[in-house]
């Protein structure tokens, strides 16, 4: 399209305020873009730090604890496109890898057997935690305790999880 002497080009999605908005308001821009950036910052820390020998647990989760920050930014918006399987397994390939880094396990290893050694809740319950508190704290004018809030929120999540699994198991 032309307007004068300046060409406007159409873009599948628009950028506002760091989130990545596309027409249907799907946010699948976001959390590729979100992955994709979050995945480069991985493979950069990784190089940091030696697989084996290396830092401690510790300090290697705090330097994960990065890639998290952008993987859920904007998360109280958008979590409810998560129940879309394909969006939250790109978002748990990348923080499977980062555990994979935090508890120096071979890549062998499976998504959830590597946040449980590396004590690190699922991406996508974090997400969805972000979301419920979020909509909690604006429908309620009193203060809350949020952390117990939240706490309920993920135990009620895994109860939920382990209970399918364990009906799909039988």
């Keep these: 399209m032309r307007v004068e002497d300046t060409v406007l080009t159409t873009k599948t999605s628009v950028n506002y305020l760091g989130m990545r908005l596309d027409p249907k308001l799907t946010f699948a821009r976001q959390i590729e873009y979100a992955t994709q950036k979050a995945a480069k910052i991985t493979t950069q820390l990784s190089r940091l730090m030696a697989n084996v020998g290396g830092p401690l647990q510790s300090k290697r989760k705090l330097l994960m604890e990065a890639c998290n920050g952008i993987l859920l930014y904007g998360s109280e918006v958008w979590a409810e496109?998560?129940?879309?399987?394909?969006?939250?397994?790109?978002?748990?390939?990348?923080?499977?890898?980062?555990?994979?880094r935090v508890t120096s396990a071979y890549r062998t290893v499976s998504a959830a057997?590597?946040?449980?050694?590396?004590?690190?809740?699922?991406?996508?319950?974090q997400a969805l935690e972000r979301m419920e508190v979020f909509s909690i704290k604006e429908n309620n004018p009193q203060?809350?305790?949020?952390?117990?809030?939240?706490?309920?929120?993920?135990?009620?999540?895994?109860?939920?999880?382990?209970?399918?699994s364990i009906k799909i198991l039988t």
């Excluded at 496109?81 to 994979?100: G, N």
């Excluded at 050694?117 to 319950?125: H, Q, R, S, T, V």
């Excluded at 305790?145 to 399918?164: A, G, Q």
């Design 113 to 125: 057997a590597v946040l449980v050694i590396a004590g690190m809740k699922p991406i996508d319950l």
């Design 81 to 100: 496109t998560l129940k879309t399987k394909c969006r939250a397994k790109m978002l748990l390939t990348v923080q499977r890898t980062s555990a994979l």
């Design 143 to 164: 203060p809350l305790d949020f952390f117990s809030l939240s706490f309920r929120f993920i135990i009620e999540s895994v109860h939920m999880t382990f209970t399918i």
